[in-house]
C-alpha cells in the first residue's frame, strides 16, 4: 500500500462509497490516514451487566429474544435482551427493523449505549453491536467520531482505517530523531494510530501532543528561514531627519499617544539600520495607526524616494488619500499625494500612472490597483499595507517586487493575534504593539437586542441624532453568491427605516453594486454629516473613520464572526463622544455565546484569545482567508507547546541541518513558507 493509492482499494469502499470518501476530501489513503476525528466517546470500560449504572456503557454479552414490531404508521421498534454471567438487561431500538434479522443467538457481543430511563424503564437506548474480536471498531474502545457527510457515517470511516492499519504502521518518521527525544515525543506512526485507535486517552493525548508539536515546529522552521533569508537584503537607507519629524508633529491636532511616538521611533531605527525594515503593527480599532505609518513615510519622502501604501478597500484608500492629504499639507509636502483605485476612470488612471512614473507623486495610495502592470514604481522605498490580514501573500509581494529591490515594509492590522502565536506564524516579522488609545475615548457600550425590541433602541438612537451624531445601520452579506439578495435586504431595511421611525431623519444607503462615484458621493456626505443614518453592508467593515459617527446597529449580528463584530464596532468610539454598538439578533433565540463575549469585552486582543480557545485548535483568528496555515491539532492557546516548537526550531537550524534529510519536513516547511512569507 502507497499513501498516493486510491481509497478505491480499500475492502469495503467501492464505486458506491467512494464519491462519499471525496465529498469529505479524502481520495488517497493517505488522505484518509489524516482525516483526524472531531472527538472521541469512551466506551473502553466493559461492565458487568449487574454493576450496570445510567449512563454510556459497554457490556460483553449473548443477545436472546430479538422481537420487532410497528407500534404504529411509521415507528418500528425493536426490542432484546441482552444476558452475560452476571445478569440481563433490556434493549430498544427505534426505526431499525433490519435489527431483528441480523443478531445471531449464539455469538458474543460487545454493546455500547446509553443506559437510561424510557418509559418508566431502564433499557439500553439504540446500542450500537458488533461480534466480539480483538480489534472491535464502534465498540468497547475510545469510539473516534468523524466529520460524516450525507451517506458516509463515523462507522464506515472507522472501517475503512481498519483496514489500512499496516498501511499507518509503516508511516515514516517526518522529525529528527534528537527532537522527538529532547520533547519527549512518541514516533510519528505511533501517533496516526493512536488518534484513530487510541488504546487510552493517555495514549491520544501522546498522539496530540506530538502532531501538534510537528505542527507548530513546522510553522516556526518556516518563520525563521524567511527571516534569515529577508536578513541577507541589502537595504535602503533611511536617515532621520529630526527637524522634519519636530515640524509634522507640531502641525498635528491632537497629541500622539506614548505608544504611537514609541512605534515611530522603532520605525525609524529599522529604516535607519543596514537590514530592511519588516514590521507589523498591531494596534487595536482606532488606535491611530494611519498617523504613525504617515510618519514612517515622511522620512523616505524627504529622501526622495517613493511609498505605495495599499488598502483593501476603495473607499479606504480614498479616506487614507484625504487624510494624509491633509496630514501632510501644513509641512508643504501634500503635492507627492496621489490615489490610484479601480472605480476611477480610465484617463484619469493614465495620468496618475504617468504622474507615479515621472516621479512627481510619491506616496502613492490606492487598492490592489497599485499592484497592477501598468504601475511603474521609480525608487520604492516603503511598502505599507494597511488592514494587512486582508491582502493575500501574492498581493503583498507583487507590491514589493514593484521596487526591483527590496524597499521597507510597514504592514498594519487590527485584528491582533497573541504575541507568542504571532512570533511563531511572523517569525520574520518585528512586532509592534499600539494597545493605549488616544486619550480621552471612552469603552464601548455594547448591547445584545432582541428583534422584537428594536423599538426601545430606536428611541435611543433618534436621541443621538439630535445631539447631533450620526448612526451605521449595517446589514450582513448573506453570501458572495447571493450579493443581489443581500443588496434586496439592506434596500428593506433601509426602506423600513426611512419610512418609519426614521422618516424624520436623513437616512442613506450605502452597498458595493452601487457605480464607485455613486458610492464616495454617499460617504462623502456622511462624512460633511448630510446623512443621520447609514444603512450599509460590511462595504464599511474596515477602517472607515468617521469620528462623529456613534451608534452601531447591526443586523442578525449572530451572522457575523468575532473578528468581524469587533471590526464593525471599531467604527464608532473614535472620538470623545461615547459609543454603543447594538446587536440585533436574527430570531428570539438566546443569544450565542460568541456574542456574549462579544458583548462583555471591548478589547480586540483579548477577543482574539478568546476566540482562538472558543475555536479550539484550528483556526487562526481572521487572519488567513483560506485556511492553509489552520492547525488541526495544536491549541494556539497552548503556550508551552508553541514555545517548545520554537525552541526546537532555532536549534534546528543552528545546528545547521540539512533539510534535505528530512524530505516531508522540507515539502511541508516550503509550501508554509510561500503561503507566510512577507519578503
Ligand atoms: P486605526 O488604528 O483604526 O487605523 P486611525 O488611524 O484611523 O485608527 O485613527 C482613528 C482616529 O483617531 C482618527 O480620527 C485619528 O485622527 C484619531 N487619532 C489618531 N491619533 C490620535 C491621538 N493621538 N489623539 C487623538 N486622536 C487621534
Ligand atoms: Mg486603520
Not at 55 to 79: D, P, S
Not at 266 to 281: E, G, H, V
Request: aromatic residues 6%; charged residues 25%; glycine residues 6%.
Amino acid at each position: 500500500m502507497n499513501g498516493s493509492d486510491t481509497i478505491g482499494i480499500i475492502k469495503g469502499i467501492g464505486p458506491a462509497t467512494e464519491p462519499l470518501f471525496h465529498k469529505i476530501g479524502i481520495a488517497t489513503l493517505q488522505d484518509l490516514v489524516d482525516y483526524y476525528p472531531r472527538s472521541y466517546t469512551d466506551f473502553s470500560h466493559i461492565t458487568n451487566i449487574r454493576d450496570i449504572e445510567p449512563g454510556l456503557v459497554t457490556i460483553k454479552a449473548k443477545i436472546i429474544k430479538v422481537t420487532g414490531r410497528y407500534v404504529r404508521r411509521g415507528m418500528h421498534i425493536t426490542e432484546a435482551v441482552a444476558e452475560d454471567s452476571t445478569g440481563s438487561i433490556r434493549m430498544v431500538w427505534f426505526n431499525q427493523p433490519y435489527r431483528a434479522t441480523s443478531i445471531g443467538s449464539e455469538a458474543d457481543y460487545f454493546i455500547s449505549g446509553m443506559f437510561e430511563l424510557s418509559r418508566q424503564k431502564m433499557v439500553l437506548m439504540n446500542p450500537t453491536i458488533e461480534k466480539v474480536s480483538d480489534l472491535p471498531i464502534s465498540t468497547a474502545r475510545i469510539v473516534p467520531r468523524y466529520k460524516e457527510t450525507k451517506g458516509l457515517k463515523s462507522n464506515q470511516i472507522r472501517k475503512s482505517i481498519r483496514e489500512i492499519l499496516s498501511y499507518i504502521k509503516s508511516a515514516p518518521e517526518t522529525l529528527p530523531e534528537w527532537v522527538l527525544n529532547e520533547q519527549d515525543l512518541i514516533p510519528r506512526h505511533e501517533a496516526l494510530l493512536a488518534m484513530h485507535f487510541p488504546e487510552s486517552s493517555e495514549h491520544l493525548d501522546e498522539a496530540k501532543k506530538r502532531l501538534g508539536f510537528e505542527e507548530v515546529f513546522e510553522l516556526a522552521l518556516a518563520s525563521l528561514l524567511n527571516k534569515d533569508e529577508h536578513d541577507q537584503e541589502h537595504a535602503l537607507n533611511i536617515v532621520f531627519n529630526q527637524k522634519l519629524a519636530k515640524d509634522f508633529v507640531g502641525h498635528l491636532p491632537f497629541e500622539l499617544t506614548p505608544d504611537q511616538k514609541r512605534v515611530t521611533w522603532q520605525i525609524y531605527q529599522d529604516m535607519a539600520s543596514a537590514n530592511c525594515m519588516n514590521r507589523l503593527i498591531e494596534g487595536d480599532v482606532g488606535s491611530g495607526k494611519t498617523v504613525v505609518a504617515t510618519m514612517a513615510a515622511l522620512m523616505v519622502l524627504a529622501q526622495e524616494l517613493q511609498v505605495a501604501f495599499m488598502a483593501p478597500t476603495e473607499l479606504l484608500a480614498r479616506q487614507h488619500a484625504d487624510t494624509i492629504h491633509s496630514l501632510l499639507k501644513p509641512i508643504g509636502l501634500e503635492g507627492s499625494v496621489g490615489l490610484l483605485v479601480g472605480g476611477m476612470s480610465m484617463s484619469q488612471k493614465k495620468v496618475m500612472h504617468e504622474r507615479i512614473d515621472s516621479g512627481d507623486v510619491r506616496f502613492i495610495i490606492g487598492t490592489h490597483a497599485l499592484i497592477q502592470d501598468k504601475v511603474n514604481m521609480k525608487n520604492l522605498g516603503l511598502v505599507i499595507i494597511d488592514e494587512q490580514h486582508r491582502f493575500g501573500v501574492s498581493q503583498r509581494k507583487q507590491l514589493q517586487k514593484k521596487a526591483g529591490h527590496m524597499p521597507h515594509v510597514l504592514s498594519m492590522t487590527a485584528t491582533p493575534i497573541p504575541r507568542t502565536l504571532a512570533l511563531t506564524l511572523y517569525g520574520e516579522l518585528d512586532i509592534s504593539i499600539i494597545s493605549s488609545k488616544p486619550k480621552g475615548r471612552k469603552a464601548i457600550e455594547t448591547n445584545i437586542i432582541s428583534p422584537n425590541s428594536t423599538k426601545t433602541i430606536h428611541a435611543y438612537i433618534d436621541l443621538e441624532i439630535d445631539k447631533g451624531r450620526q448612526v451605521f445601520v449595517v446589514c450582513p452579506l448573506i453570501s458572495e453568491s447571493e450579493v443581489l439578495q443581500t443588496v434586496h435586504s439592506v434596500g428593506k431595511v433601509h426602506k423600513e427605516l426611512a419610512e418609519g421611525p426614521f422618516k424624520h431623519r436623513r437616512v442613506g444607503l450605502l452597498h458595493g453594486k452601487l457605480p464607485a462615484d455613486e458610492k464616495n458621493a454617499i460617504m462623502q456626505d456622511f462624512i460633511d454629516k448630510k446623512i443621520d443614518i447609514l444603512v450599509s453592508t460590511t462595504v464599511i467593515e474596515v477602517g472607515v473613520d468617521v469620528p462623529n459617527a456613534t451608534v452601531m446597529l447591526i443586523q442578525s449580528a449572530d451572522r457575523f464572526g468575532l473578528a468581524q463584530l469587533h471590526q464593525l464596532r471599531g467604527r464608532v468610539g473614535r472620538s470623545e463622544h461615547q459609543g454603543y454598538c447594538y446587536l440585533v439578533l436574527s430570531d428570539s433565540k438566546a443569544p450565542s455565546k460568541r456574542l456574549q463575549i462579544f458583548e462583555r469585552n471591548n478589547d480586540g486582543f483579548k477577543l482574539a484569545e478568546l476566540d482562538l480557545e472558543l475555536r479550539g485548535p484550528g483556526a487562526i483568528y481572521g487572519t488567513f482567508q483560506h485556511g492553509q496555515l489552520d492547525l488541526r491539532v495544536a491549541k494556539l492557546t497552548d503556550v508551552k507547546l508553541i514555545e517548545a516548537a520554537r525552541q526546537s526550531a532555532r536549534r534546528f537550524i543552528k545546528k545547521d541541518e540539512k533539510m534535505v534529510y528530512y524530505k516531508h519536513l522540507a515539502d511541508r516547511v516550503n509550501t508554509l513558507r510561500s503561503v507566510t512569507n512577507l519578503n
